[in-house]
């Protein structure tokens, strides 16, 4: 489906794939270029869709560039959605990394009262690192909205890893209750 990787995390599809961003809440409304959606897929390597078509669910939010480029921002699965905002945990993840004391870090959802679902942060410090869950927070205040906020910090020794070395973010769902 991708033909090549470009160095700002756009993807170049194959000769005959078409992405498209649909909106997220209404997915029959097509975004247009640059702005965050649903990912849809189609081409010549997808069987038709039952009611005609090939137009596939992609399983990532994203956005299609203006150069046709496909940007893919976040597994769907991993969207946080919390008080009807869209939350990205990607975007909370890169905002924790800019910290010096971070050695890895890794967000997920988890039920919230207040918010419905919320994000909630796994962090690894650096050897040496001493650092409080407020230092964090002071950290992300002038990165991310107060929505995007973790509703906790887990601090960790390490971050569960799958077969092919990524974070398991299973595992810390399940290690979490989720």
Request: charged share 25%; proline share 7%.
């Amino acid at each position: 489906m991708i033909r090549s990787r470009h160095a700002a995390g756009a993807y170049t599809p194959l000769d005959g794939t078409r992405f498209t961003a649909r909106d997220l809440a209404d997915p029959a409304r097509e975004v247009p270029n640059g702005e965050r959606g649903t990912l849809f897929v189609s081409g010549p390597q997808f069987e038709p869709v039952p009611g005609g078509g090939t137009l596939r669910p992609a399983g990532a939010a994203g956005l299609i560039d203006a150069a046709g480029n496909v940007v893919v921002i976040s597994p769907l699965e991993e969207l946080v959605v919390a008080a009807g905002y869209m939350i990205y945990p990607s975007r909370i993840e890169a905002a924790l990394m800019e910290h010096e004391g971070l050695a890895e870090a890794a967000v997920i959802g988890i039920r919230d009262g207040k918010r419905g679902t919320a994000p909630y942060a796994f962090v690894v410090l650096k050897r040496g690192v001493v650092m409080t869950e407020r230092d964090i927070v002071k950290h992300l205040a002038s990165r991310i909205s107060k929505i995007e906020m973790p509703a906790d910090i887990e601090f960790c020794s390490q971050l569960p890893q799958d077969a092919f070395g990524a974070v398991d973010k299973n595992a810390l769902r399940a290690r979490r209750g989720v």
